[in-house]
């Protein structure tokens, strides 16, 4: 038993218990990822960090490492599958980068950056959605959300507060508040819960900040989200 | 509830009160949804604090199954079943008489609360259609006079106890029998046999039978139940899958009504030979007039020592089985989605591993089996591994049920040996000029004249049992219209391909039938189609664009007769425009030419 792997050619090692994504992060390798967070339960839904496993494509989040598979996750096939992914994210929701506080440090936008995304290709939802701006200081724009459930594991696990929920069935799956209103404004969060801290898009952002860090400074202006690392790990101190 | 290291323990005392388990927050929200129409908001904060969950949980779970809502319906709710095969039989026409008699939009409720109307995804009746739910009970075989009845009954507020008998007449009798349906039962005998002979015999006996789930996956029997048996847990359970929500299928239907004592058998042998305490039926919320029926038989049998405390005078050997509604939702079908449901939650598929048979519901070892799978079951130890491979093929030994309907004189209930060519089915039910089958439902295959000569059998075209018949008359895109969307209404929504896929290859169909589509069109449902079978999370993901990626490959005339123009046409050839470029700089690789345009 040796406990290694091999991903793209490269001998990864793996502790019993550890998925893929698990080892693959520990030994530097970067697996595409949008709802994938390792201070969370793994979730598998947006399938960006889908690789080929002995010839049939998991996700790497959830799927545990074993002895000696063939793991294969930069091919052209699973590159040009995780473009297509994000083009379907992109015509979901509504994703106009040009005008959104998160431009530069979103890692949708720094994912489709890295995976050659140029331009979208499908017929767009244009759906309406709302923002809510009833918090004092945290705002949320549903058009972005990506239904990744980070901000509701981690406001059930970590905040013990449980306010966020997902509604609906299908594409009408959508992001709920627990509150009277439904709103945020009436609800238990607070800007240093960790849910606060946890969205990889611009759809829970600090209310009176935006565009405060100039073109060429921002979280993956510099290099691609493979060498910098995910929002989350960043977003740890509230923004200034 | 007892809780045991954090987990709710099940106990046996609190299953089967009013046929409904008390505990799970769905089965609470589906007496609710009968009893006041709608979820009130203050049923929603009581329940929120019974059950330990917030009220934004609560509604998501509402919002999840069609069944249950948050607004009033009517104090009739009207719902037609929407397959293919009812379009085929007029369901649409039947639909709008409903509307007008009424004067209720389809997809609303009528102002004074009085009715709603809508259509709701097969029911399962496409041998006595068309059919529809009324505040969840079945009425089948829908003609203009019986809509004018209906109306009629509506509109002077009569009970639906009150209403014709002959409305909710739901024929149950096979057309065809074989093996299975000829051998008559005996009750307990396959409990017996395990009882005396242990369970490693049973586990050995199901093997060379050569049992395959009969739900559609084809998963060996007696390798689940043996997976079971050898899990860790403190506490086994056995589930019946009777979501049966595969467009076409209804022949779990026709076993539920009449012959569940076979089905009881099953999954006490099952119980018995994996060593469960607890069972469930997951019965799909379309199938409630089967309620009371099956109560009846649950009774019968611990009444005869059969279910229960001491089966079969043996100490020690307890297992009983509560009934579960669905509440439309055809996910709910896969077996992990199931678990979650039974659980009382939104009925989204698990990451598997771990699979059910390691951690299933409540994280206990769980058995999920088909309805017909554990009647088979039971009748293999009854009768012996050689009468079941009395028939069938090598690989696919044994008989399959069919449920067939849609073009042919005699739509119904068919036991066939598998091995079985298409054309002899075809013969038998009464179809005539066919030009098309789908077999396996949506998320099966659409099999066309040149391949009739095909059979039904694991290793050649599998299925869970629906057989949908089309001839030369029916337009085939409006089936496969039918069935893409019908995936994008069933998607759980919880990936990306398939909650996005499944809407935009609606999209994408829709241009293609107004006439606005170009070759363009059909290269990106191909691609969306292909991205769905490669990366989605569950089976429904993965098969929900099988019926255009089918159309495509086998009936392109359908496809091609529609479009805008025969290519898409960009303004220039890209390739051709790089030639200049291409030959200033000298270079002829790879990356110096556009093939399919680019990505």
């Not at chain 2, 005869?304 to 509560?322: K, M, R, T």
């Not at chain 2, 989204?348 to 048979?357: A, L, N």
């Not at chain 2, 107004?514 to 363009?520: D, F, L, N, R, Y």
């Not at chain 2, 051709?576 to 030959?583: C, G, N, P, V």
Request: aromatic share 6%.
């Amino acid at each position: 038993m040796s406990n290694h792997f091999t991903l793209d050619g490269v001998t990864v090692p793996f502790t019993t218990g550890q998925t893929i994504m698990d080892a693959a992060l520990k030994a530097g390798i970067y697996i595409p990822h949008l709802c994938h967070n390792p201070e969370f339960t793994p979730h598998g839904s947006c399938r960006l960090c889908t690789v080929s496993v002995n010839g049939r494509n998991v996700a790497a989040c959830t799927t545990p490492a074993a002895d000696n598979m063939q793991v294969e996750n930069e091919t052209h096939e699973l590159t040009t599958q995780r473009r297509l992914l994000l083009k379907l994210l992109f015509v979901e929701g509504n994703h106009a980068c040009p005008a959104c506080e998160k431009s530069g440090a979103c890692q949708l936008q720094a994912v489709a950056y890295h995976c050659g995304m140029l331009a979208p290709e499908f017929i767009h939802f244009y759906p309406k959605r709302a923002v809510d701006a009833s918090h004092k200081e945290t705002l949320i724009d549903f058009n972005r959300c990506i239904l990744c459930e980070l901000c509701v594991r981690a406001s059930l696990d970590v905040d013990k507060k449980n306010v966020f929920a997902i509604s609906g069935r299908g594409i009408h799956s959508h992001l709920t508040i627990n509150s009277p209103s439904g709103k945020l404004g009436d609800s238990d969060f607070t800007t240093s819960d960790k849910a606060a801290r946890v969205c990889p898009v611009g759809a829970i952002l600090p209310k009176h900040k935006g565009y405060n860090k100039p073109i060429g400074k921002r979280l993956y202006d510099q290099s691609s989200i493979s060498q910098v690392g995910d929002v989350a790990q960043h977003q740890e101190a509230a923004d200034e | 509830m007892m809780m045991e290291n954090g987990v709710p323990k099940v106990e046996l005392g609190m299953l089967h009160s009013e046929g409904l388990e008390p505990g799970s927050l769905l089965q609470r929200l589906i007496v609710l949804q009968q009893k006041h129409r709608f979820i009130p908001e203050q049923e929603i904060t009581r329940l929120a604090h019974t059950c330990n969950v917030t009220e934004a949980q609560i509604t998501g779970v509402i919002e999840f199954y069609s069944f249950l809502h948050t607004s009033p319906r009517g104090e009739y709710d009207i719902l037609v079943s929407d397959n293919i095969t009812d379009q085929m039989q007029g369901s649409h026409l039947l639909a709008d008489l409903l509307s007008k008699g009424l004067g209720v939009a389809l997809g609303t409720t009528r102002n004074d609360l009085r009715v709603s109307l809508d259509y709701t995804s097969c029911i399962g009746m496409g041998d006595q259609g068309p059919a529809a739910l009324i505040n969840g009970q079945t009425i089948t075989r829908l003609t203009p006079s019986r809509i004018h009845q209906i109306v009629q009954l509506i509109e002077a507020s009569t009970p639906l106890s009150q209403w014709p008998d002959a409305f909710f007449q739901v024929d149950a009798k096979a057309l065809r029998s074989d093996l299975l349906l000829k051998s008559d039962f005996s009750p307990g005998a396959a409990l017996s046999s395990c009882l005396e002979q242990g369970p490693t015999s049973i586990f050995n006996r199901l093997e060379q039978a050569g049992l395959r789930g009969c739900g559609g996956a084809g998963f060996s029997t007696a390798a689940k139940w043996r997976f079971c048996a050898s899990a860790a847990g403190e506490q086994r359970v056995v589930v019946c899958n009777a979501d049966e929500g595969e467009p076409g299928t209804f022949k779990d239907r026709f076993l539920l009504q009449s012959h569940a004592d076979r089905l009881i058998e099953g999954m006490t042998l099952c119980a018995a030979a994996v060593g469960a305490g607890i069972g469930f039926i997951y019965l799909r919320g379309e199938y409630r007039y089967l309620l009371e029926s099956l109560q009846t038989t649950l009774d019968k049998r611990r009444n005869e020592g059969l279910l229960g405390p001491a089966i079969l005078g043996q100490e020690g050997f307890d297992f009983d089985i509560s009934i579960h509604l669905g509440a439309g939702a055809y996910i709910c079908g896969e077996e992990s989605a199931l678990i979650e449901s039974l659980e009382g939650k939104r009925g989204i598929p698990r990451s598997r591993p771990p699979f059910p048979v390691s951690q299933g519901y409540l994280n206990y070892p769980t058995v999920v089996n088909n309805v017909e799978t554990f009647c088979n079951a039971a009748m293999i130890i009854q009768q012996g591994v050689d009468w079941y491979r009395s028939i069938g093929t090598t690989t696919s030994p044994g008989s399959k049920l069919l449920s067939i309907s849609g073009d042919c004189d005699r739509p119904g209930i068919y036991e066939f040996p598998f091995g079985t060519t298409i054309s002899d089915i075809l013969n038998q039910c009464g179809a005539h000029q066919t030009m098309a089958v789908q077999v396996g439902g949506a998320a099966g295959r659409l099999i066309a004249a040149t391949e009739f000569h095909r059979t039904i059998a694991f290793e050649d075209i599998p299925t869970g049992g629906s057989f949908m018949v089309f001839n030369q008359s029916r337009e085939l895109l409006r089936a496969i219209e039918n069935f893409t969307q019908f995936f994008k209404h069933e998607s759980c929504g919880f990936c990306t391909p398939c909650r996005v896929g499944s809407s935009l290859l609606v999209k994408q169909l829709n241009k293609v039938m107004v006439g606005h589509a170009t070759t363009k069109d059909l290269e990106e449902m191909s691609i969306l189609g292909s991205l769905m079978q490669k990366t989605s999370h569950c089976g429904l993901g993965q098969t929900a664009a099988n019926p255009i990626l089918d159309g495509l490959g086998k009936f392109p005339h359908l496809f091609q007769s529609r479009l805008r123009a025969t290519r898409f046409e960009p303004a220039f050839d890209l390739d051709a425009s790089l030639e200049e470029a291409r030959q200033l700089t000298g270079r002829d690789d790879p990356d110096a030419h556009l093939e399919g345009g680019g990505v």
